[in-house]
């Protein structure tokens, strides 16, 4: 009983949290890239570019630490 009441209370905190924190996201638009002759594209072209960037050496750091990981198993 007791897990079933620590499961609901934890998928009821999660839902009200992740609920916080969309609203205002969904609210607000950081860069307009829409106008014409003020350079706000170019500068939505460049936080895009950054931004893939970032992802890709995350996903390039955890497969790295993955492969690491690894090989001290097959070591040891």
Same mark, same amino acid.
């Given at each position: 009983?007791?897990?079933?009441? #620590?499961?609901?209370?934890?998928g =009821?905190?999660? @839902? %009200? #949290?992740l609920a916080a924190i969309? =609203?205002?996201? @969904? %609210?607000?638009?950081?860069v307009d890239?829409?106008?014409e002759g003020d350079?706000?594209?170019g500068l939505a072209f460049v936080l895009m570019a950054?931004?893939?960037?970032l992802i890709?050496?995350?996903l390039f750091f955890m497969d790295r630490v993955r492969r690491r990981?690894?090989?001290t198993a097959t070591t040891e």
């Open positions: 009983m007791r897990m079933i009441r #620590t499961l609901v209370l934890s =009821a905190l999660s @839902g %009200a #949290t969309a =609203a205002p996201a @969904g %609210a607000q638009q950081v890239a829409g106008k350079g706000s594209g950054l931004l893939v960037m890709w050496a995350a990981r690894g090989e």
